[in-house]
T-cell receptor
Framework: EAQVTQNPRYLITVTGKKLTVTCSQNMNHEYMSWYRQDPGLGLRQIYY???????DKGDVPEGYKVSRKEKRNFPLILESPSPNQTSLYFC??????????????FGPGTRLTVL | EDQVTQSPEALRLQEGESSSLNCSYT??????LFWYRQDPGKGPEFLFT???AGEEKEKERLKATLTKKESFLHITAPKPEDSATYLCAVQSYTGNQFYFGTGTSLTVIP
């Protein structure tokens, strides 16, 4: 089954404690992305990756890191989480065909609370 | 700056009462406009991609249309199971980012 998986689904942590949210896709997609979703602000792109070893900032990259060492995985790292990073996070992937972006497949989401 | 505005924020319809959702956008060269459906607590689910003005796509009770400034998602004779938040997103030729609107929360009352 084609899917994007994220772990963990729920996480409560404290300010300053480093954490990683994993994302994996089994569709051999080139494009992967992380979003955060906040009430009234919608989905905002944090980082995206066009392919292995290629990453770029989205609209809200401050406080986040990513890496793309393998095509299927795109972890999101919060090295020193703060309460304003409390949010619902989604990973997504998409194939690229002749420069055209196809639909994004989204993971189930990770609800993060930073105390 | 690329921007997407969706209206209305919320919409309540009686079952069978057709209506339209609006997505206005400002981009420097539209590469694609995307519609997604999101159920509470879940990730967005893809509905349509539109690439050029005049293009239309249909799926069951949903029809998406595109002009140079906006897109409409028409819902014909909606059913309670159509209740969800509908998201619009755009991508421009100047970058590889996606910009989402804040969505329209649709409730269809039996």
């Amino acid at each position: 089954e084609a899917q994007v998986t994220q772990n963990p689904r729920y996480l409560i942590t404290v300010t300053g404690k480093k954490l990683t949210v994993t994302c994996s896709q089994n569709m051999n997609h080139e494009y992967m992305s992380w979003y955060r979703q906040d009430p009234g602000l919608g989905l905002r792109q944090i980082y995206y990756s066009m392919n292995v070893e290629v990453t770029d900032k989205g609209d809200v990259p401050e406080g986040y890191k990513v890496s793309r060492k393998e095509k299927r995985n795109f972890p999101l790292i919060l090295e020193s989480p703060s309460p304003n990073q409390t949010s619902l996070y989604f990973c997504a992937s998409s194939s690229l065909l002749a420069g055209a972006y196809n639909e994004q497949f989204f993971g189930p989401g990770t609800r993060l609370t930073v105390l | 700056e690329d921007q997407v505005t969706q209206s209305p924020e919320a919409l309540r319809l009686q079952e069978g009462e057709s209506s339209s959702l609006n997505c206005s956008y400002t981009v420097s060269g539209l590469r694609g406009l995307f519609w997604y459906r999101q159920d509470p607590g879940k990730g967005p689910e893809f509905l349509f991609t539109l690439y050029s003005a005049g293009e239309e796509k249909e799926k069951e009770r949903l029809k998406a249309t595109l002009t140079k400034k906006e897109s409409f998602l028409h819902i014909t004779a909606p059913k309670p199971e159509d209740s969800a938040t509908y998201l619009c997103a755009v991508q421009s030729y100047t970058g590889n980012q996606f910009y989402f609107g804040t969505g329209t929360s649709l409730t269809v009352i039996p």
